[in-house]
């Protein structure tokens, strides 16, 4: 019997890290797992020999080296696992053969004489085809997109050259009181070794809250780009029963003149499903309306026909329609009308009835569109969804306006709770002109989705701003939830559970997914509680949009019978 069969299979540690060009580590799976990689380990199956390990290893490396897991390609992959099977067996068999002129041992694992493919775009777009794909040997394992994404969007919050700028707009800003509090109220080590006086010196500070992913990098421009949230607190007097005074936020918006705004941010709680109870006040959302003197070249807005006809029979509130030749009560004015034309010998129609319809457009909607950085996958024209995104936003949002209704417009992102942001776009009080609609075509893509924060934030400017007794919040989001502690089922649950909040106050929810690979089943997770679709384009949801809208203020009138609060 062997004697490699028991060892670790950490042994294959710098083949694999050899064959990767990168740092990795060689793991056992748990136990029914095949062999697969994060990107930062390869897990190979514990009870398999020696033999198999090594071939496990070395398919894995050589998808990572060749650039077969990069996350354009992962993300086409993620909830088809089919798909993902076929892609695997046409890369796997082109990275071998091309190993093999570096390597001999990868000589003996082309299973096939000739690769079919030459890239991974062509591997991709033949599994996606009907063209027949020879199923892939064992040992060649599987591709896990969930566990590739995850590992890369950690590596996302490591520094980049733009974080060694030695340029730093410092601000004051109030802390919640658990701000430096774990989940058992000890402070954390490294937020202490911060505060050592020997560390005092702002760009060293920053660069290790920068390293240890606790603060943004600089953005586009945006308004609130590289704004921080740690502060000293101002008191009114001192003594062991001294008071925060509160201290305003300064938004600073980098490079970009005229994005600099005074907000004030609002503290919000978050579901914790492991728990079943809220974690108050945990999260500051800070929402600031976008005041930079935009480019009004980037101001077009698609027009979208099919949307106005089926919106433009929207009617929610009743409209009395007097003069009518059918209806269920006389009108009074059109029966002394109709005897003054008689009594001057004219013989007018009789139109003398009142007739109730459901005509009155009386509806405040509020879009709040995913500018985080989970938005910039691409379809196969080369589209972002954010793009998609912004372009429905635009369209719903212009054809709303045109029919009567009150509209706003804001984009979310977030890095980190206390750095939940709700830029406002267009206010309720604007008319969406070309420089709102150019602030939003110019809107760019970053940070991390707390998604639960935002829909709660943008819910208070919706039902404090509307001024309609019909309230509607209109999510676009691929409905992947993620952040900073805030992820898989915590997350999905927390922002289902601000939905269900919003309902319970009176306000219609209805979420849009445009553009995005997001499964189905994820989606019903996270926007179960409202009425939600998902399209590649907004043409597709068009015919329907009216059933979409009604649907959603349907659903709250069941919920709340008692009506809007």
Not at 25 to 49: H, I, K, M, N, Q
Not at 356 to 362: D, F, G, P, T
Not at 460 to 482: C, H, M, Q, W
Request: a negative charge; proline letters at 6%; hydrophobic letters at 40%.
């Amino acid at each position: 019997m062997s004697t490699e069969t028991p060892l670790h299979p950490d042994r294959f540690r710098f083949l694999a890290t050899f064959l990767a060009a990168r740092s990795l580590d060689v793991l056992p799976a748990d136990d029914g797992e095949t062999a697969y990689t994060d990107g930062r380990s390869v897990f190979v199956r514990a009870s398999a020999c020696a033999q198999v390990q090594r071939r496990e290893v070395v398919v894995q490396s050589a998808l990572l080296a060749a650039g077969s897991l990069e996350q354009e390609f992962v993300k086409a992959l993620r909830g088809r696992p089919k798909l993902a099977r076929r892609y695997l067996a046409l890369e796997g068999c082109r990275v071998c053969a091309q190993l093999a002129r570096q390597l001999p041992l990868a000589a003996t694992l082309c299973p096939a004489p000739e690769p079919l493919t030459s890239s991974a775009d062509e591997s991709l777009s033949v599994a996606k085809s009907w063209k027949m794909v020879t199923e892939p040997p064992e040992w060649f394992g599987t591709i896990r997109p969930s566990r590739l994404l995850a590992a890369a969007k950690q590596n996302a919050s490591e520094p980049d050259k733009a974080d060694f700028k030695l340029e730093f707009d410092l601000t004051d800003a109030p802390e919640s009181e658990d701000s430096g509090e774990g989940d058992h109220g000890e402070r954390s080590k490294i937020l202490s070794l911060l505060d050592n006086p020997l560390l005092n010196s702002n760009t060293l500070s920053d660069f290790f809250y920068k390293m240890f992913g606790m603060s943004r990098a600089p953005g586009e421009g945006e308004a609130g780009g590289d704004m921080q949230v740690r502060a000293i607190r101002k008191v009114a007097s001192v003594g062991p029963n001294a008071k925060p005074l509160p201290v305003p936020l300064r938004i600073s918006g980098g490079d970009t003149p005229g994005a600099a705004a005074g907000v004030g941010g609002s503290l919000f709680p978050e579901w914790d499903v492991h728990k079943n109870q809220y974690r108050p006040q945990w999260c500051r959302v800070i929402d600031y309306p976008l005041t930079t003197a935009a480019d009004i070249s980037a101001s077009g807005v698609q027009k979208d026909e099919v949307l106005r006809q089926r919106l433009t029979k929207l009617g929610l509130g009743p409209k009395v329609i007097r003069g009518q030749p059918d209806g269920e009560d006389l009108d009074v004015e059109a029966m002394i009308d109709l005897y003054i034309d008689l009594k001057t010998g004219f013989s007018p129609p009789e139109n003398i009835y009142l007739e109730r319809r459901k005509l009155a457009r009386n509806l405040g909607v509020l879009i709040l569109v995913d500018a985080s950085g989970s938005a910039t996958d691409t379809d196969p024209d080369g589209l972002s969804v954010h793009e998609h995104q912004r372009r429905a936003a635009a369209t719903i949002a212009v054809t709303l306006e045109e029919l009567g209704d009150r509209v706003a417009v804001y984009g979310f992102r977030s890095h980190g709770r206390s750095n939940v942001h709700l830029m406002g776009l267009k206010p309720f009080a604007q008319r969406f002109g070309a420089g709102g609609r150019a602030r939003l075509n110019q809107l760019e893509p970053a940070g991390y989705t707390r998604l639960g924060a935002g829909i709660r934030g943008a819910g208070e400017i919706l039902k404090a701003e509307a001024g309609t007794p019909n309230r509607l919040l209109l999510v676009l989001s691929d409905g992947f939830p993620y952040d900073d502690g805030y992820e898989a089922r915590y997350a999905e649950a927390d922002a289902h559970k601000a939905l269900d909040e919003l309902r319970d106050d009176g306000v219609a929810c209805l979420c849009l997914s445009i553009g995005t690979t997001t499964p189905s089943e994820a989606l019903d997770r996270v926007f179960g509680s409202a009425s939600y679709a998902s399209a590649d384009q907004l043409s597709e949801l068009s015919p329907r949009m009216d059933q979409l809208f009604l649907s959603a203020l349907q659903e709250l009138s069941v919920s709340n019978p008692r009506g809007p609060r």
